[in-house]
């Protein structure tokens, strides 16, 4: 199973960037898809995540400034970023997972570079 994540780059502080993660159906329909990112000589830390019925879930960093929200028709997550900031600058991963007892079924796709200049 691939994800395939886009639309990363360079951006100046207060800029504004979108980042797009295409799944395959069977996967886009049962599972939470979401966004992560990882900063240099830091952990990977969950950015925002959507169910597949739309409710939504944000780290605290990025309240107010992300919106993530998902396309059924084409089987794809966004992420946009307003108002970024330096801190923002890390690898950004797309995700999929679907919880289950006898084992969590779990996706990633590349990362995609943030960069955001002061």
């Known amino acids: 199973v691939q994800l395939q994540a886009s639309g990363g780059g360079l951006v100046q502080a207060g800029g504004s960037l979108r980042l797009s993660c295409a799944a395959p159906?069977?996967?886009?329909?049962?599972?939470?898809m979401g966004w992560y990112r990882q900063a240099p000589g830091k952990q990977r830390e969950l950015v925002a995540d959507?169910?597949?019925?739309?409710?939504?879930n944000y780290a605290d960093s990025v309240k107010d400034r992300f919106t993530i929200s998902r396309d059924t028709a084409k089987n794809t997550v966004y992420l946009q970023m307003d108002s970024l900031k330096p801190e923002d600058t890390a690898v950004y991963y797309c995700?999929?997972?679907?919880?289950?007892?006898?084992?969590?079924?779990?996706?990633w796709g590349q990362g995609t570079l943030v960069t955001v200049s002061s």
């Open positions: 995700n999929a997972i679907k919880y289950a007892l006898s084992g969590d079924d779990n996706y």
């Open positions: 959507i169910l597949s019925g739309g409710s939504t």
């Open positions: 159906g069977s996967i886009f329909s049962t599972h939470i």
